[in-house]
């Protein structure tokens, strides 16, 4: 069957910007949503990757702390984007979330002792601008404002975890890399999970499977099979059709339809995380 990167590509971010939604829907506390995501992400990436024989061997006891830290990370990230859109609003976590290329350039200089630009402050000075229109409400302990600074953290968390990749993907096969950071991740978030004890139903039990096979294994899988073909700057843009296909859903879902100032702020975020992915 012939390949078809841009149609691959098109369903994985689908499917990302399906996971807040998911997320959303579930009746459980975040921390267990995510162990619950990674699990199932973990074993779908496994058989993933038993099918296409690959192998998954870790080279080295630094590579073992590093898989370690990236899952550790990786759980953070993901617990406060599903706190981010559980507390406020799909388009203000996905949005705010977004930001993670514009971190990611700011980093890079530092991480990689490459030449810092200037242009790269300059776009995270205007990202932030969008952030601040994103916010509805500015009042302490509202649900706007914390969901935003979550899904800003988690944005900054996501940067830190694409350098880590950035030192590995030469190593190591995409599948495998997530594979190690979604099974380290359950991990870290098993003992939060026994003291949680939260009460499973089975409708609880498929969203979690669908949220970890679909939206995690088998996205990641897709969106990797379709880089070979497209070019890293394509796919950046098409990265960014996350948020748009989240918040497209989340309104006959959710009723959340979102401001024009809300919209206009995620323009500039997104366009932004555009100028910054292929700058990088």
């Known amino acids: 069957m012939k390949e078809r990167p841009l149609l691959y590509a098109h369903i994985a971010v689908f499917f990302f910007g399906l996971a807040g939604i998911v997320a959303r829907s579930i009746p459980l506390d975040a921390i267990t949503v995510v162990a619950g995501r990674v699990f199932f992400a973990s074993l779908s990436l496994l058989v993933i990757i038993l099918l296409r024989r690959q192998s998954f061997r870790i080279h080295s006891f630094k590579h073992f702390l590093f898989f370690s830290l990236s899952g550790i990370i990786l759980a953070a990230h993901w617990g406060l984007f599903f706190y981010s859109v559980k507390i406020s609003s799909i388009a203000i ?20 002792k490459e030449k810092f630009k200037p242009t790269t402050l300059i776009l995270g000075l205007i990202a932030l601008g969008g952030i601040v229109l994103v916010i509805p409400d500015f009042t302490p302990g509202n649900n706007a404002l914390t969901g935003a600074i979550a899904g800003t953290a988690a944005g900054l968390l996501f940067a830190f975890l694409s350098l880590i990749n950035r030192r590995f993907v030469s190593e190591y096969k995409g ?18 999970v026994f003291v949680i004890r939260p009460e499973f139903t089975l409708p609880d039990i498929a969203w979690l499977a669908f949220l970890g096979v679909f939206c995690t294994g088998i996205a990641h899988t897709l969106f990797i099979i379709s880089l070979r073909k ?13 948020p748009v296909y989240g918040i497209l859903i989340a309104i006959p879902l959710f009723g959340e339809i979102p401001d024009v100032k809300t919209i206009f702020g995620g323009l500039i975020i997104l366009t932004v995380a555009v100028i910054s992915s292929r700058k990088s």
């Not at 996905?94 to 530092?110: D, Q």
């Not at 890399?177 to 380290?184: G, S």
């Open 230 to 242: 497209l070019k890293t700057a394509t796919a950046g843009i098409l990265s960014m059709l996350e």
């Open 93 to 112: 976590g996905l949005l705010t979330v977004s930001t993670f290329p514009i971190f990611a350039a700011i980093l890079e200089p530092i991480f990689f």
């Open 175 to 192: 599948t495998v890399l997530a594979f190690y950071q979604d099974l380290f991740a359950f991990v870290v978030l098993l003992p939060f």
